[in-house]
Protein backbone atom coordinates (compact mmCIF):
# COMPACT_ATOMS: atom_id res chain seq x y z
CA UNK A 1 0.00 0.00 0.00
CA UNK A 2 1.56 3.13 -1.46
CA UNK A 3 0.89 6.29 1.03
CA UNK A 4 1.59 9.97 -0.95
CA UNK A 5 2.64 12.83 0.84
CA UNK A 6 3.11 16.25 -1.48
CA UNK A 7 5.19 19.51 -0.28
CA UNK A 8 7.05 22.43 -1.71
CA UNK A 9 3.78 24.34 -2.09
CA UNK A 10 4.51 28.55 -0.77
CA UNK A 11 3.93 31.88 -1.69
CA UNK A 12 5.66 33.17 -4.64
CA UNK A 13 5.82 35.85 -7.17
CA UNK A 14 4.58 35.60 -10.54
CA UNK A 15 7.69 34.48 -13.11
CA UNK A 16 9.64 32.53 -10.45
CA UNK A 17 10.08 28.82 -10.71
CA UNK A 18 8.78 26.05 -7.77
CA UNK A 19 9.87 22.41 -7.22
CA UNK A 20 7.21 20.23 -6.14
CA UNK A 21 7.63 16.85 -4.22
CA UNK A 22 5.52 13.96 -3.79
CA UNK A 23 7.46 11.28 -1.21
CA UNK A 24 5.64 7.28 -1.54
CA UNK A 25 6.18 5.46 1.59
CA UNK A 26 5.19 1.84 2.98
CA UNK A 27 5.83 0.62 -0.15
CA UNK A 28 7.71 1.42 -3.43
CA UNK A 29 5.67 2.61 -6.34
CA UNK A 30 7.80 2.14 -9.15
CA UNK A 31 4.50 -0.03 -11.06
CA UNK A 32 2.83 3.12 -10.81
CA UNK A 33 1.25 5.52 -13.22
CA UNK A 34 2.02 8.84 -10.95
CA UNK A 35 0.32 12.24 -11.87
CA UNK A 36 -0.34 15.93 -10.38
CA UNK A 37 -4.05 17.35 -10.15
CA UNK A 38 -4.61 21.09 -8.77
CA UNK A 39 -7.68 23.37 -7.72
CA UNK A 40 -7.96 26.63 -7.44
CA UNK A 41 -10.48 28.18 -5.14
CA UNK A 42 -14.32 27.83 -6.41
CA UNK A 43 -13.26 25.00 -9.53
CA UNK A 44 -12.95 21.89 -10.59
CA UNK A 45 -9.86 19.27 -9.63
CA UNK A 46 -7.88 19.99 -13.07
CA UNK A 47 -5.48 17.40 -14.63
CA UNK A 48 -2.01 18.64 -14.77
CA UNK A 49 0.29 16.12 -15.71
CA UNK A 50 1.41 12.22 -15.57
CA UNK A 51 4.47 9.67 -16.00
CA UNK A 52 4.05 6.39 -16.58
CA UNK A 53 4.90 3.23 -14.69
CA UNK A 54 8.35 2.74 -16.66
CA UNK A 55 9.52 6.63 -16.94
CA UNK A 56 9.20 6.38 -20.88
CA UNK A 57 6.61 8.81 -21.48
CA UNK A 58 5.13 12.00 -19.91
CA UNK A 59 1.44 13.91 -20.60
CA UNK A 60 0.52 17.59 -19.70
CA UNK A 61 -2.72 19.54 -19.62
CA UNK A 62 -1.96 21.32 -23.22
CA UNK A 63 -1.94 24.61 -21.64
CA UNK A 64 0.64 23.69 -19.06
CA UNK A 65 3.24 21.33 -21.50
CA UNK A 66 5.59 24.58 -22.13
CA UNK A 67 5.95 25.80 -18.46
CA UNK A 68 5.64 22.35 -16.18
CA UNK A 69 8.02 19.29 -16.28
CA UNK A 70 7.20 15.95 -14.41
CA UNK A 71 10.02 13.78 -13.29
CA UNK A 72 10.22 10.74 -10.91
CA UNK A 73 12.91 9.35 -9.05
CA UNK A 74 12.89 5.63 -8.26
CA UNK A 75 15.67 5.04 -5.83
CA UNK A 76 14.01 7.67 -3.33
CA UNK A 77 10.59 6.52 -4.17
CA UNK A 78 10.04 10.55 -4.96
CA UNK A 79 7.91 12.39 -8.08
CA UNK A 80 8.63 15.95 -8.52
CA UNK A 81 6.45 19.20 -10.56
CA UNK A 82 8.82 21.53 -11.84
CA UNK A 83 6.58 24.81 -12.58
CA UNK A 84 8.55 27.54 -14.62
CA UNK A 85 6.96 31.29 -15.27
CA UNK A 86 4.65 30.43 -12.82
CA UNK A 87 1.23 32.61 -13.25
CA UNK A 88 -1.39 34.23 -10.43
CA UNK A 89 -3.98 31.81 -12.23
CA UNK A 90 -1.46 28.47 -11.43
CA UNK A 91 -2.68 29.18 -7.56
CA UNK A 92 -4.47 26.21 -6.13
CA UNK A 93 -3.95 22.67 -3.73
CA UNK A 94 -1.68 20.65 -6.09
CA UNK A 95 -2.11 17.10 -5.61
CA UNK A 96 -0.16 13.99 -6.27
CA UNK A 97 -1.97 10.42 -7.21
CA UNK A 98 -1.06 7.33 -8.33
CA UNK A 99 -2.88 4.61 -10.21
CA UNK A 100 -2.26 0.90 -11.57
CA UNK A 101 -3.42 1.45 -14.37
CA UNK A 102 -1.82 3.63 -17.84
CA UNK A 103 -2.01 7.70 -18.14
CA UNK A 104 -5.08 9.09 -17.49
CA UNK A 105 -6.36 12.27 -17.22
CA UNK A 106 -9.81 11.85 -15.32
CA UNK A 107 -9.41 12.34 -11.43
CA UNK A 108 -11.83 9.22 -11.10
CA UNK A 109 -9.55 6.88 -12.57
CA UNK A 110 -6.48 7.49 -9.89
CA UNK A 111 -6.36 5.15 -6.95
CA UNK A 112 -4.45 6.89 -4.31
CA UNK A 113 -4.37 10.46 -3.59
CA UNK A 114 -1.78 12.99 -1.34
CA UNK A 115 -3.52 15.88 1.24
CA UNK A 116 -2.20 18.48 -1.26
CA UNK A 117 0.12 21.37 -0.75
CA UNK A 118 -0.92 24.79 -1.47
CA UNK A 119 0.91 27.01 -4.04
CA UNK A 120 0.08 30.67 -4.19
CA UNK A 121 1.35 33.26 -6.42
CA UNK A 122 1.17 36.71 -6.42
CA UNK A 123 2.01 39.48 -8.83
Known amino acids: QVRLVESGGRLIQSGDSLRLSCEAS????????LGWFRQAPGKERSFVAS????????HYADSLKTRFTISRDYAKNMMYLRMDRLRQEDTGVYYC????????????????WGQGTQVTVSS
Open 97 to 112: DARNGGHSDYAGEYDL
Open 26 to 33: GHSFNTFT
Open 51 to 58: INRDNTNT
